[in-house]
């Protein structure tokens, strides 16, 4: 059984006494608490039951992550610069990176690792999207490609064969697919159609996936952030690139360091964007996630300016024999976007309960 200091429940009735509304009748105190709920109950907080697991294949993510970064500044005829440059030196680490730290250090000992709770999954998930590594649909924004390392929480082994799905808004904080009040132009019918920031990839042996976007950018009342939700035992459709059965395991989200939030948002067109940006200290999703694990993607720049591109990595832990039935705002079909009303928040407004339904969740 997980015990919790006294300090930890104080920090979360402050967490709850905080009034954050993300979107019209959304109130992330709801979230918060479910992740209380989830840690009081969940035998792992952490993954460090899985550190020598972990351990014994670094060398081999090491040697992969420097790769695919070496792969990427040449797709993009960027100019090496050396592995001992990096900026991740803000966020939580187990160890102190500067920049004179070698690639080993970089790749290897400062790799963000999350337990996260099954969360709502918001008001902008659309289910039926599609499997695809490239979910930008050609939006601009600084190039942001992302490796996720799924481990199994019962047996600190990779997760084979996991459809891990993501979704972010643009570059001046709106979400494809979802015609909403505070999402955009409420006005614009074309945007249930829209699919950009959204897609799905699926895990290799290693437990490894990736996905290639544009940083995303922020809305009133959330830090910066990327949703997550993990397809079990889902079957893909070839015919149109979509999962069919299985169940979900995991809702949840991933973070960036304020410095890296910052220069991104001195760049166009993130500096067009008029809403207000909360930092990663206010948002109370991300101090809690912070509280016992690390929620920060650990990134190196491509090339010597944040606007030549960003490779960033981070290993989350899931139980895969946990369901949970998250409620999607949207869904996607061979005729496009359709609505659905009351869930995941419905369009334009709170749900008849004035929260957002908590998705139900057991362990099989």
């Known amino acids: 059984m997980v015990h919790f200091s006294l300090a930890f429940v104080a920090a979360a009735a402050i967490f709850l006494s905080r009034l954050a509304f993300a979107h019209p009748g959304h109130d992330i105190n709801e979230e918060i608490a479910e992740r209380a709920a989830f840690f009081s109950s969940t035998e792992y907080t952490n993954l460090d039951h899985c550190a020598e697991k972990l351990q014994a294949r670094s060398a081999v993510m090491i040697e992969r992550r420097k790769a695919m970064v070496e792969h990427l500044r040449a797709k993009r005829s960027i100019k090496k610069r050396d592995f001992d440059t990096v900026l991740n030196t803000d966020h ?11 690639s080993d250090v970089i790749f290897g000992a400062n790799s963000s690792c999350i337990l996260q709770a099954e969360t709502t999954e918001g008001p902008y998930w659309v289910s039926g999207e599609y499997v695809r590594k490239d979910i930008t ?10 490796d996720v390392q799924l481990i199994d929480t019962t047996t600190c082994e990779p997760l084979n064969k996991v459809a891990l799905e993501a979704w972010h808004c ?9 015609i909403a009040g505070g999402n955009g132009n409420q006005a614009d019918a074309t945007n249930i159609n829209n699919t950009m920031f959204r ?8 437990g490894v996936l990736q996905f290639d976007t544009t940083f995303p950018g922020h809305y009133t009342g959330r830090a910066t952030h990327i949703h997550i939700l993990a397809h079990i035992n889902a079957t893909l459709n070839t015919a149109n690139s979509t999962l069919t059965g299985g169940h979900v395991s995991h809702v949840g989200q991933l973070f960036f360091d304020q410095t890296l939030i910052t220069a991104a948002e001195a760049v166009a ?6 809403q207000t940006l909360m930092l990663n200290k206010n948002d109370g999703i991300f101090e809690q996630e912070a509280a016992t694990s690390d929620p920060v993607l650990n990134y190196v720049y491509l090339g010597d300016e944040v606007s030549e591109g960003i490779f960033g990595w981070v290993t989350v832990g899931l139980n895969p024999n946990a369901v949970t039935t998250p409620r999607a705002a949207a869904y996607l079909d061979a ?15 709170p749900p008849p309960s004035g929260g957002f339904p908590r998705p139900t969740r057991s362990a099989a």
């Open 199 to 206: 897609g799905i990839q699926v895990s290799d042996a290693d």
């Open 170 to 178: 643009n570059s001046t904080g709106v979400y494809g697919g979802v």
């Open 137 to 146: 649909d050609g939006n601009p924004g600084v190039p942001l490609t992302f």
């Open 269 to 274: 067109p993130y500096t067009t964007n008029t």
């Open 92 to 102: 939580h680490s187990n160890q102190s990176v500067t920049p004179n730290s070698p």
């Open 335 to 349: 005729s496009g976007g359709h609505a659905n009303a009351g869930g995941g928040g419905g369009p334009g407004g």
